[in-house]
């Protein structure tokens, strides 16, 4: 802290070290330079930004060192794990004891150091000590892989933040961590790259995962272990302990949390030894402040600074004592509150009491938060015996002398054991309370803040341990220790920040995100691409404020594989670079323009919400990446659109939070992430329509739709839609409980449930008329409404009427029955209608009659209307009628629905005058059907057949005439080419199965091709020979020959 240092560029040397014996499950053979692994994150959404190490340190080696307005503060911020010598009779743990495996940093080889009987005592793990060019002599290390298998090395700090003018310059070629808003960062190869950390968890079943949902606005995942934890100048102290760390680093740009970055991690022991008495915590050293904004030493202060704990809220925290106003780049500014917060812990493996008043704070089994708390100079830092503490050198160097017992008295600084303290060590470690009188009592586990302030009263430069034990781990054995950084204004400020972080953790970290991302399925036609996606987005719900606050979807299109995206913008206030959508659908609501809080984003112009995008600007043979990302409306409170229950005043809910959406990449692991190329379909083969049967008995008659939209997903099973519901009064079983029905989807060839109660589909409020479900190359609608009913739009005509009037039908929703009706015009006296609901009393007749043609009977008619007397448009006539289906016994009239004819008379005019079109009388014979919606039920279902949907017929002669190939001529390049060092020619308008031979003009057979899809009549050639050779430029003559012996010759130019 005190000499700054300038962490130099890798060297990209793979360096190895001679085999040795293994001993203990720790050693190593040969290794690879340790830094070649290591990456860097930039976790800088929110206020406080963070460049973090992917070997231990979290922050203290990069710019922005922990930048919070306009100054950084964080000096170094490492993690330290413990693990005793011996137990609390003395005996040596088997650990401690034995021949150990060096690792030597000047030969880059590992030795064997020690005997059988050679007692090593206690060990720390960490990386704060090590001030060496390059950090090379750290206890922690990305794990050995990591360059391959957690992070992309080619992905610089240069290229994504240097020539954005941010943190350093563009020639800088150190590799970054895995960061979910930079896919370029993920492992994986340029065609596809995956996100190797954990997503988002479901807050309702935070065992599930949510795929493609990321938990912050930028995620980071890295691991680091200690299997190098030997390199220290003095090889008789300090040993690997086979300690893993996985670690996810979250930032939020919302102003509820953009004070806090969080770091979720899990300790993992992978040695062969059952630890006791371990310990694990942070060396935290903050200089208030460290830089400037811009990374700038200049005015830097750290020797007026104050510390502190609060176990309240398992936090320590440093500060600048007496705000350093006189510093002419500080001013009028104030300087933050900075602290480390412990999130989640191991629990305790015996009863604890933490300040020596003889009762107990943490009993075994309970978390146990923070346990410890020393501070210390950085001059007089643990292990450090310095030449001159003020001047140097200093130890951690790699040269000069570090303390005999360096691993031990950091051991006991993290455990509070002051047994067998050197005068030196009690001095400047464990710190008792002091006042004018003298020394008071000492807590080995919390030094007084009271004596702290006594003793610098004008401060000091601050520096503290903080841990958290003991806890036991058997190996293979994985504890959490989650922590956060936090900065406020004050401590006060500090502990509303930490209520947040800690409500946040408890909600598995969720703080604002976009909607849950839908799934996507492309269908490729002739150039033409069909996207579909189903409604999970729609009812996601904001874990902060718990509104459904979905408000659209936007489409985007990318051509070079998720380099870009379109058209691309920058808002130059937020810093923020965004893509200009495809298309983009809105709800139809009063939420549209731009957005409150990040005024380039737009929300839309009430479109109307669509579940599926038909893209015809694509050419065939070109490969597109498409994402349908959802996003939400945003949050302003006490706004009456954006918060309209007033959360921010009735739940104190007092930030904003942006409009956020899926986020963009080229992983088609991703369920909103899809590849396509459109193509024609092979010449000799014909889509079909499904085979579609009703379940013999099913009463429901309720809107099924079900459709092929991705043919190669197409299984060609039979599937079973069954539907189910409760009744309310059994054995009879006629009356649906409402709310009650659901289907299941059954693919009965696996006889696999692929889709089990589906209640968000029963509610007739649900009424998003684009809702579907995606399955196996299928989608299907189903409308399951809750009450019988009848709808005009269903009312038809039989194919041989002639007549033309419309009908108005209206349920009678107290005697709704199951039954489908139809209006007979028989002509003139056909049937009687009546004045009195009893029947009685005669009023006219009229040239129809009304059958029910479930129970085959007869209804009867009544119209009250004084001002009627005959047959006549816009009169409402009521039916009645008994022995309905539910009471087939009973025979009193009951009203169930009534209807109103209208037609347009000879002589009638619209509006303006107009004479118009007049509609076709009845004739006799003339009848019209009234089908009634009735809900699905127990024992309704479809059973749904894809076996023929691709039906190949034999290939005829001028199926073959139509094969051509493009480019022809290929002239240096395609224009579907996104890669210079991938080469494409295609074959079009295929057979289903057939055989490609390329010769040259001489016959020489250059390579045969074989193409076998009854779905893409294209075949690509990647113009390599048979021998992978490059292929000479020239004319070349192509046969297509197909299973039957058919043949089609053509040719081709290859210009280069």
Known sequence: MKKIFIVLMMMAIVLQAKEIPKTSGLAKGVITDPLLNRARAYLDKGKLKMAVENYGIFSGTASPQGLWGDFQYISNLSLVVGIPGKDKDGNPYPWAVGPKEQFIVKTQEFQVFGTDTTYWGPTVSESWFDRTPQLNRTDWEAVEDHRIRLHNPLATAGEFYGKLGLYTNPEDQYPLIATSNIPDTWPGTDEERHWPGPWATDIVDPNKELEGVFVSDQDIYFEFDDRLATRDIDPTQGYPIGIRAKVSGYSYGASISEDIIFFRMTLINESPYHYENMYAGFYFDVDSYNRLANGSYAGRTNDDDMMGYNLDYNFGYIYDLDGDHTNPYVGDKKLAYTAVKLLDTPTATEDIDLDGDGRIDIFEGDKLGLTSWHWFDWYFRPGARDVHPTQGPWSGDGQTRVAENKEEIQYKILAGDTTNLSNYDSTYYFHPLRTEVGYGELNPRFDSIEGLLYEYPEGLDCVFIMGSGPFSMAPGDSVPFSFCVIMGEDEKDLEANAKIAQLMYDNNYQG???????????????????????????????????????????????????????????????????????????????????????????LGENTGIQFKYVDTDVENGREYLYAVCAYDRGFVPNDPLLDPDRLGETKGLNFELPSLENFLSNSTNLPHIVKAIPHRPPSNTEISDLEVQRVEGTIGNGVFEIEVIDPKQVTGHTYKIAFDCEYSNPPENTVIVPGSQTFDIIDLDRADTLFADSREWNEEGNKDENKFLLFDGLRLKVTMTKEISIQAEDVYWTE????????????????????????????????????????????????????????????????????????????RYFVFENHLYEAPEDSTYLQTWYFVFDWIKDGDVDDDGNLLPADIDWQPGDSLIVPVRLPFERGDGFLVNTGKVANTRPVKDEDLKKVKVVPNPYLVHAGWETDDFVRKLQFTNL??????????????????????????????????????????????????????????????????
């Not at 990647?1022 to 020239?1034: F, H, I, S, W």
């Open 512 to 602: 604002a995100r976009p909607p849950k991302a839908p799934n996507v399925i492309a269908k490729e036609d002739d150039r033409q691409i069909t996207l579909y996606w189903d409604a999970v987005s729609v009812e996601d719900e904001d874990v902060i404020t718990g509104y459904k606050d979905f408000e659209g979807f936007r489409i985007y299109r990318s051509e070079d594989n998720g380099k870009t995206w379109g058209t691309r913008y920058y808002d130059e206030e937020s810093k923020t670079a965004y893509w200009e959508p495809l298309a983009q659908f809105d709800l139809d609501n009063e939420i549209e323009g731009f957005e409150p809080v990040a005024p380039h984003r737009f």
């Open 800 to 875: 041989n009427s002639k007549c033309t009037y419309s009908l108005k039908p209206t349920i009678t929703p107290a005697n709704a029955t199951r039954a489908r009706y139809a209006i007979v015009f028989k002509g003139e006296g056909a049937d009687s209608v009546y004045l009195d609901r009893n029947f009685t009393r005669f009023k006219y007749t009229v040239p129809f009659q009304v059958w029910n043609l479930v129970t085959n009977r007869k209804a009867k008619l009544w119209e009250p209307s004084p001002s009627f007397t005959e047959f006549d448009r816009n009169v």
């Open 991 to 1056: 057979p289903s199965k057939c055989k490609v031979h390329i010769f040259t003009l001489a016959g020489e057979n250059v390579i045969t091709l074989y193409h076998d899809n009854n779905f893409d009549g294209s075949l690509d050639w990647d113009m390599l020979t048979k021998n992978r050779q490059e292929v000479a430029p020239g004319l070349y003559i192509f046969v297509v020959e197909t299973e039957d012996g058919k043949t089609q010759t053509g040719k081709f130019v290859i210009i280069k």
